[in-house]
């Protein structure tokens, strides 16, 4: 089974509508991310978790919301979605703590946004 | 700030020798990782350099001089599934473990 797992893997959806992206992780990292992926502009960060009550704007957070419902669960929203937020999105977790430096990424949601 | 500069794109041969460059500034050095990407997956974990010299692992070795800012994945007996995306990154922000990603070196392995 997928340590990082992202739901859906893909949606279409119409301006204005609110979308959550949901991330569930079963590595018992602390700490948790969501990045976009745009053509020719690399992984860009959202927002980041250091835990539960440790909620942090990354580069390119207007626009988006998250909320850390769990230690293993960490949504991202899209309270009313543009066209220019079609992008791929990433999960990602980490724990340097215990020695996980690098980041783990989920599988990736592709969206849509007509 | 941050930044990191990569080839867009290389081309190679299977069964041949790549290097792939990674320059990169930042403030507060803590390391430098690779990710390999193929596409429409997720990026997947290659190396982490901390120290200076090469680190090799199978067939995948990765440099670093922080003297330089610089770094290189050297990829050897290259085999068509080695097409991918390289995805040079570094940690920013002291601890939050932050990674500043490059966009890329998309590598294709022909026959």
């Known amino acids: 089974d997928a340590d990082v797992t992202q739901t859906p893997r893909n949606r279409i959806t119409k301006t204005g509508k609110r979308i959550m992206l949901e991330c569930s992780q079963t590595?018992?990292?602390?700490?948790m991310y969501w990045y976009r992926q745009d053509p020719g502009l690399g992984l860009r960060l959202i927002y980041y978790?250091?835990?539960?009550?440790?909620?942090n704007k990354g580069e390119i957070s207007d626009g988006y919301s998250v909320s850390r419902q769990a230690q293993a669960k960490f949504s991202l929203s899209l309270e009313s979605a543009i066209p220019n937020q079609t992008a791929l999105y990433f999960c990602?977790?980490?724990?340097?703590?215990?020695?996980?430096?690098?980041?783990?990424f989920g599988p990736g949601t592709r969206l849509t946004v007509l | 700030g941050q930044n990191i500069d990569q080839p867009t794109e290389m081309t190679a041969t299977e069964g041949a020798i790549v290097q792939i460059n990674c320059t990169y500034q930042?403030?507060?050095?803590?390391?430098l990782f690779w990710y390999q990407q193929h596409a429409g997956e997720a990026p997947t974990f290659l190396s982490y350099?901390?120290?200076?010299g090469l680190e090799e692992k199978g067939r995948f070795s990765s440099f670093l001089s922080r003297s330089k800012g610089y770094s290189y994945l050297l990829l050897k007996e290259l085999q068509m599934k080695d097409s991918a995306s390289y995805l040079c990154?570094?940690?920013?922000?002291?601890?939050?473990?932050?990674?500043?990603f490059g966009t890329g070196t998309l590598l294709a392995v022909q026959p």
């Open positions: 978790s250091f835990d539960v009550k440790d909620i």
């Open positions: 990154a570094v940690p920013y922000g002291g601890a939050t473990n932050k990674l500043i």
């Open positions: 990602a977790t980490s724990d340097p703590d215990r020695g996980d430096n690098e980041q783990f």
């Open positions: 930042t403030s507060g050095f803590n390391g």
């Open positions: 350099n901390v120290l200076d």
């Open positions: 590595k018992g990292h602390d700490r």
